[in-house]
């Protein structure tokens, strides 16, 4: 069974910083590219960041190239999303996906205000 369990979210000033977490099991994470997607309150989900199984490459939307980082420990089977210089537009639920396979996980609520 697949399961994608996104952690690490919470509230943030701007210009703060988060680290999201996503711990896959129930598949071969290790060959598995991977993806972060976000849904901001009355938007559609949004598609954050990809990446390779072997974490080159790496793809990032506009909206948050040079500001966050997406990595992953395959002996761990977890996915990272490090976001830096927070802007209150980043606030939403973050999922991660796999690649190609339309497994959501539940999400975890970034909110970024003073």
């Known amino acids: 069974q697949v399961q994608l369990v996104e952690s690490g979210g919470g509230l943030v000033q701007p210009g703060g910083s988060l680290r999201l977490s996503c711990a896959a099991s129930g598949f071969t994470f290790s060959s598995s590219g991977m993806s972060w997607y976000r849904q901001a309150p009355g938007k559609e989900r949004e598609w954050v960041a990809r990446?390779?199984?072997?974490?080159?490459?790496?793809v990032y939307a506009d909206s948050v190239k040079g500001r966050f980082t997406v990595s992953r420990d395959n002996a761990k089977n977890t996915l990272y999303l490090q976001m830096n210089s927070l802007k209150p537009e980043d606030t939403a639920v973050y999922y991660c996906k796999r690649v190609g396979f339309d497994y959501w996980g539940q999400g975890t609520q970034v909110t970024v205000s003073s």
């Open positions: 990446i390779s199984s072997s974490s080159v490459p790496i």
